[in-house]
């Protein structure tokens, strides 16, 4: 069974300029991805999609494959995951003759997430008797939704409808997609041609192995935890 990580990662972040190969703990922030694919016993072959060359560079030394520059209009604010997976897949069955039975699609901006996750995740998809497209990883969301208001004109209301539960030990879990680990069949993927497939299951993450770099912030806290506690 071929399954193939892929690693998006372009050069033109904005709110924390160049964060994927930012330092973090000694090493740059995309190292911690690469390294957690590769120790991943499923997963047979790790790609990085960039269209930037120093992270190109950077992912070929860590020890990932970078066959090519992702084209620019993929490496744009509003490029979609699933557009620069389904490209990448387009590319390799066009050149390699290869087609992996399943994709697996890492942020590398969630450097916590182990490679005991990418495992939990895949097992989820694999297997004969499995009935699911899709394995996203999740986390128990800190905000309930059960509990948020909405403004209907100038009156405060419940956003769900029917909220009256009073204490929050009483509250069902939620869970919220973390962005860690995306696992597909590479035939519903393409079938589809989203990620965002309806036949889907989800691991669960701990919190702290969840966070996500988005802000300068999120960096720091990230770059606290990894160098005191990994």
Same mark, same amino acid.
């Given at each position: 069974?071929?399954?193939?990580?892929?690693?998006?990662?372009?050069?033109?972040?904005?709110?924390?300029?160049?964060?994927?190969?930012?330092?973090?703990?000694?090493?740059?922030?995309?190292?911690?991805?690469?390294?957690?694919?590769?120790?991943?016993?499923?997963?047979?072959?790790?790609?990085?999609?960039?269209?930037?060359?120093?992270?190109?560079?950077?992912?070929?030394?860590?020890?990932?494959?970078?066959?090519? *520059?992702? #084209?620019?209009?993929? /490496? $744009?604010?509003? &490029?979609?995951?699933? %557009?620069?997976?389904?490209?990448?897949?387009?590319?390799?069955?066009?050149?390699?003759?290869?087609?992996?039975?399943?994709?697996?699609?890492?942020?590398?901006?969630?450097?916590?997430?182990?490679?005991?996750?990418?495992?939990?995740?895949?097992?989820?998809?694999?297997?004969?008797?499995?009935?699911?497209?899709?394995?996203?990883?999740?986390?128990?969301?800190?905000?309930?939704?059960?509990?948020?208001?909405?403004?209907?004109?100038?009156? *405060?209301? #419940?956003?769900?409808? /029917? $909220?009256?539960? &009073?204490?929050?030990? %009483?509250?069902?879990?939620?869970?919220?997609?973390?962005?860690?680990?995306?696992?597909?069949?590479?035939?519903?993927?393409?079938?589809?041609?989203?990620?965002?497939?309806?036949?889907?299951?989800?691991?669960?993450?701990?919190?702290?192995?969840?966070?996500?770099?988005?802000?300068?912030?999120?960096?720091?806290?990230?770059?606290?935890?990894?160098?005191?506690?990994?």
């Amino acid at each position: 069974m071929e399954i193939l990580a892929i690693i998006p990662a372009r050069g033109g972040s904005k709110s924390v300029p160049r964060k994927n190969i930012k330092l973090i703990g000694g090493k740059p922030l995309i190292n911690y991805t690469i390294e957690s694919a590769i120790n991943c016993k499923h997963i047979t072959r790790t790609i990085v999609s960039t269209d930037d060359q120093e992270i190109a560079d950077i992912s070929t030394l860590a020890g990932a494959q970078v066959p090519f *520059l992702r #084209p620019k209009y993929l /490496a $744009t604010d509003t &490029a979609g995951t699933s %557009d620069v997976v389904l490209d990448l897949i387009e590319w390799l069955k066009r050149n390699e003759n290869y087609t992996p039975d399943f994709i697996c699609v890492l942020q590398c901006t969630t450097p916590m997430r182990s490679t005991e996750d990418i495992e939990g995740c895949i097992q989820k998809c694999i297997g004969d008797d499995c009935e699911y497209d899709v394995c996203f990883s999740v986390c128990e969301t800190e905000s309930s939704p059960y509990w948020m208001k909405t403004f209907s004109g100038g009156k *405060l209301v #419940p956003f769900l409808d /029917a $909220t009256t539960i &009073a204490r929050r030990q %009483d509250l069902p879990k939620v869970y919220e997609l973390n962005g860690a680990v995306y696992v597909v069949k590479t035939s519903a993927l393409v079938r589809s041609q989203t990620m965002h497939i309806q036949n889907v299951t989800g691991y669960v993450m701990p919190q702290y192995r969840s966070l996500d770099i988005d802000t300068p912030l999120d960096f720091e806290i990230a770059k606290m935890i990894m160098e005191k506690y990994l």
